[in-house]
C-alpha cells in the first residue's frame, strides 16, 4: 500500500456509470420539495468546493425535508476530500446505537442523493430489532449525471431531454458539466455546439477528442495508463501546442484515434439498446465485433462521442471516490471511533460511492473502531480490489488487499448481470486503453465487483439474494450477492446500474449488521 495516492490502482482497469434514484409515490405523497425544500449543514446554495444544492441552512441540525427517517444527517466533503467542519460535528452528535452511513453514486446535486437516500433508508424502521436505534448518514460529495439517462423511478424535472432524443446536451447536464468542470466554459460550449450540430466531419470528431483531453487538463498524452488501474505519481511531459505542459498521464481511450474509439462506443451502444428491447443481457463486447469496423460516415459517430463525454467524467469521478473516502470519509470514521466507541456503523456505497466507503478503510488504524459491515451496491471498481495476489499479476494485490479485515462484519458485494454500466462499458474501456488480459480473457480480468463480485479471495462466499436473506451471511470476510433478482430494471446506457431501492437490499444491511428482529 505504500506509496499509493488515494485514487489508485484496484487491481483492474474499465469504467461505469450512474447512480442515485427517485423519491417515487411515498416521497411524492409528504410533498417531497426537491432541492429547494431542503435544509442542512453546509449545503445551502452550494458546499464546499463545488457541491451543488440548495434551500436554506440550518447551522447545528443538518436534517433534511423529505428524508422519511431520522435522526440524520448529511456530511458534506469536497473534491479534495475535505468535510464540513459543521457537518462533522453534527454527525458526531446523533444519538444512536447503530449509524447507517450510506455514500451515493453518480449524481449531479444534493437533491438527488437526497432522494435516493429517501427511498433507501425507508424500510430499516421495520426491519430492526427493539433494542436498535438506527441514526443516518447521508455522504454528499461531488459527482455528477447525465440528465438524459434514466434512472428507475426517478421523477424527471424541468426540460431534460428524454432517453434516446439525439447527442445534445441537455441544459441540466450542461450545467453540471460546468459545476464538474468548473472554468472551462470555452471548452463545454464548443462540446453542446458539436453534439447538437453532428457535423459529418471527421475533422470535427477529432476536434472533440482533442476538447476532452483538455478537460482533463492533458494538452499532450504522456503513458497511457488504464482507466481504473495504476495511477503513476504525476510526471510532466513533453509542452504540447503553446507550451503548455499535461499535468498527469491519461488513459490511452482519450488518446487512440477518435474515430474508432468513437466507433467502437456507438456500437456497444446499439448492443446495450438491442439487448434491452430483446429481453437479454448485453454481455461484454468482444475484440473483433462487427461494430469496430462499422461502417457509414461521421454523423454515425456521435453517439459514440457522447460515450466519450461520459468515460471522461468516470474517470474523474474514480479518482476523486478514491480521494474523498481516504481523506475525507476515513478520517471521520476515525475521529467518531474516539469520540464514541460504543456506536456501531454500517457503511453502504453505491456505484462510485462503493469506492468512497471502500477506500475510506484505508484510513482507519488497524483494530481501531471498525465498522461492523461493509455493504456494496453496484460497486464500480475492480472485483480484485480485496485480493491479495491479482490472478494475472502474483507479485500484486489489489488496491484493498486485505482491508476486508478492518470491518468486524462481513463486506457484501451486491452484483447483477442486469447491469451494463458495469458489464459492458467498464471491460470495453480497459481493452480500448490497450490492455491485454492474457489467459484470463479480456473481461475477467478488468471485471467490476458490482457486476460479479468478489474475485480471487479466497474461501469468498457466492449466494444469491433468497439465499442470503434465508439463511444469513457469515460473520466476517468477503460474500457475494447475486442481486439480479430485484436490480434489473434501467434504460441504455446504463441498464439497472441504479435500481437499488428494494427492501431487499435494504434486509441485507440489515442481516450484515447483525441488527435485526
Keep these: 500500500m505504500a506509496g499509493e495516492r488515494p485514487g489508485g490502482s484496484d487491481g483492474g482497469t474499465g469504467t461505469t456509470g450512474t447512480g442515485g434514484a427517485g423519491p ?13 425544500g431542503c435544509t ?25 425535508a423529505g428524508i422519511g427517517v431520522g435522526p440524520y444527517r448529511e456530511l458534506t466533503i469536497d473534491a479534495q476530500g475535505d468535510v464540513d467542519p459543521a457537518a462533522r460535528e453534527t454527525v458526531a452528535r446523533i444519538e444512536a446505537t447503530d449509524l447507517l452511513v450510506f455514500a451515493h453514486g453518480w449524481n449531479s446535486d444534493r437533491s438527488t442523493a437526497t432522494r435516493l437516500y429517501d427511498r433507501f433508508f425507508a424500510p430499516f424502521p421495520e426491519l430492526v430489532g427493539t433494542g436498535v436505534r438506527l441514526g443516518y448518514v447521508g455522504v454528499v460529495w461531488p459527482s455528477i449525471r447525465f440528465s438524459d439517462e434514466p434512472i428507475p423511478d426517478f421523477e424527471a424535472r424541468g426540460a431534460a431531454a428524454p432517453p434516446g432524443s439525439g447527442t445534445a446536451l441537455d441544459p441540466d447536464t450542461r450545467r453540471a458539466l460546468a459545476e464538474f468542470w468548473p472554468r472551462r466554459d470555452a471548452e463545454l460550449d464548443r462540446i453542446a455546439e458539436l453534439l447538437e450540430d453532428r457535423p459529418d466531419s471527421a475533422a470535427a470528431l477529432v476536434e472533440f477528442g482533442a476538447l476532452v483531453r483538455e478537460l482533463l487538463r492533458a494538452d499532450r498524452v504522456g503513458t497511457p495508463v488504464n482507466l481504473l488501474g495504476p495511477m503513476p505519481a504525476p510526471t510532466p511531459t513533453p509542452a504540447g501546442p503553446g507550451g503548455r505542459v499535461a499535468r498527469h498521464d491519461v488513459p490511452a481511450i482519450f488518446a487512440e484515434d477518435v474515430l474508432a474509439v468513437c466507433r467502437t462506443l456507438a456500437h456497444a451502444l446499439e448492443q446495450v439498446e438491442g439487448s434491452r428491447d430483446a429481453g437479454t443481457d448485453a454481455g461484454p463486447v468482444p475484440p473483433g465485433a462487427p461494430g469496430l469496423a462499422l461502417g457509414g460516415g461521421p454523423r454515425t459517430l456521435w453517439d459514440g462521442a457522447k460515450e466519450l463525454l461520459r468515460q471522461a467524467t468516470y474517470y474523474e469521478m474514480k479518482k476523486r471516490a478514491g480521494v474523498v ?57 475492480s472485483h ?27 463486506v457484501v458485494a451486491c452484483h447483477s448481470a442486469h ?8 471491460p470495453l474501456a480497459s481493452r480500448m486503453a490497450g490492455d491485454s488480459a492474457g489467459l484470463l480473457g479480456f473481461d475477467e480480468r478488468w471485471g467490476a465487483i458490482g457486476h460479479d463480485g468478489v474475485r480471487a479471495v479466497p474461501g469468498a462466499p457466492r449466494l444469491d439474494l433468497a439465499a442470503a436473506l434465508r439463511d444469513g451471511l457469515p ?40 441488527m435485526g428482529r
Design 475 to 514: 460473520r466476517t470476510g468477503c460474500v457475494s450477492v447475486d442481486a439480479g433478482s430485484v436490480v434489473r430494471r434501467g434504460g441504455a446506457p446504463s441498464g439497472a446500474h441504479s435500481d437499488i431501492c428494494h427492501e431487499e437490499l435494504a434486509r441485507l444491511v440489515v442481516s450484515a449488521g447483525r
Design 384 to 410: 480484485y480490489a480485496f485480493s491479495e495476489r491479482l490472478p494475472h499479476d502474483p507479485r500484486r494485490g489489489g488496491a484493498l488487499r486485505g482491508l476486508q479485515r478492518r470491518v468486524d462484519g462481513p
Design 419 to 426: 447491469d451494463s454500466s458495469l458489464g459492458v462499458f467498464y
Design 40 to 64: 442542512g449543514v453546509g449545503v445551502g446554495g452550494r458546499g464546499p468546493a463545488g457541491v451543488a444544492g440548495g434551500g436554506a441552512v440550518a447551522a447545528g441540525i443538518g436534517v433534511a
Design 24 to 36: 417515487g409515490p411515498r416521497a411524492a405523497a409528504r410533498g417531497f420539495t426537491g432541492v429547494g
Design 325 to 381: 473516502g481516504e481523506r475525507g470519509l476515513g478520517p471521520v470514521l476515525t475521529d467518531l471511533a474516539g469520540r464514541r466507541p460504543a456506536l456501531r456503523i454500517h457503511l453502504i456505497g453505491h456505484s462510485f460511492g462503493a469506492r468512497v466507503v471502500s477506500f475510506a478503510l484505508r484510513a482507519l488504524p488497524d483494530g481501531v473502531g471498525n465498522p461492523k459491515s461493509l455493504t456494496l451496491l453496484q460497486g464500480a471498481f
